[in-house]
């Protein structure tokens, strides 16, 4: 059982950065591939970037060269570095884990989710 905690929201101007934090309980955190999704009121869960058990990391096409997925498994912990944020990236953001994850961007092949985190980009 994986438990997942994101921390590192809040309200930022646009053009300006955030770093979220998704820290994961239980053993074996290494073997876990990660992923981050965002949500908005309305829409389904879309899929932002992913890294996979073994260090592959992913993205979506809207947050390419602004967005870094990181991992660090002495921590159990995962992060997002979000830069050049923009409105539009205004979401929850939730951490998901999968055991032996590849890095999918389909969020129905995670099995952990964390409560997620509020972002919020003003303009």
């Known amino acids: 059982q994986v438990q997942l905690v994101e921390s590192g929201g809040g309200l930022v101007q646009a053009g300006g950065s955030l770093r979220l934090s998704c820290a994961a309980s239980?053993?074996?955190?290494?073997?876990?591939?990660m992923g981050w999704f965002r949500q908005t009121p309305g829409k389904e869960r879309e899929f932002v970037t992913a890294?996979?058990?073994?260090?592959?990391?992913y993205y979506a096409d809207s947050v390419k060269g602004r967005f870094t997925i990181s991992r660090d498994n002495t921590k159990n912990t995962v992060y997002l570095q979000m830069n050049s944020l923009k409105p539009d990236d205004t979401a929850v953001y939730y951490c998901?884990?999968?055991?032996w994850g590849t890095g999918t961007s389909d969020p129905s092949e995670y099995n952990y989710w964390g409560q997620g985190t509020q972002v919020t980009v003003s303009s």
């Open positions: 998901a884990a999968v055991l």
């Open positions: 890294v996979s058990w073994n260090g592959n990391t």
């Open positions: 239980g053993s074996f955190f290494n073997k876990y591939g």
